[in-house]
């Protein structure tokens, strides 16, 4: 199994930034792509940013494109998503996911942002 942890979010003001982390453990080879994905109050989630595990492949949502990077460090088995000019409307529960090449799904318990004007 793959068990994931997500870490850093908090709360900051409008234009600040954070890094959010998350750290994958157990059977981190049968990972093929991980993934940000965020969900406010009232809305659905929805896609932030991929990236590939093993290469470097990665897509951004056009909502964050330009203010969001999504890296990972394969030594660590931990991705990470630096958010910068953050705005309000990115205040969420930011979850993290690991699509295997089983084609199964892990999901992290998630990291709340918030982001004050």
């Known amino acids: 199994q793959v068990q994931l942890v997500e870490s850093g979010g908090g709360l900051v003001q409008a234009g600040g930034s954070l890094r959010l982390s998350c750290a994958a453990s157990?059977?981190?080879?049968?990972?093929?792509?991980m993934g940000w994905y965020r969900q406010a109050p009232g809305k659905e989630r929805e896609f932030v940013a991929s990236i590939i595990w093993s290469g470097s492949s990665t897509n951004v949502a056009d909502s964050v494109k330009g203010r969001f990077t999504i890296s990972r460090d394969n030594a660590k088995d931990t991705m990470y998503l630096q958010m910068s000019s953050l705005k309000p409307e990115d205040t969420a529960i930011y979850y993290c996911?690991?699509?295997?090449?089983?084609?199964?799904?892990?999901w992290g318990q998630g990291t709340q942002v918030t982001v004050s004007s």
């Open positions: 157990g059977r981190t080879f049968t990972i093929k792509k």
């Open positions: 996911n690991a699509d295997r090449h089983d084609y199964t799904t892990v």
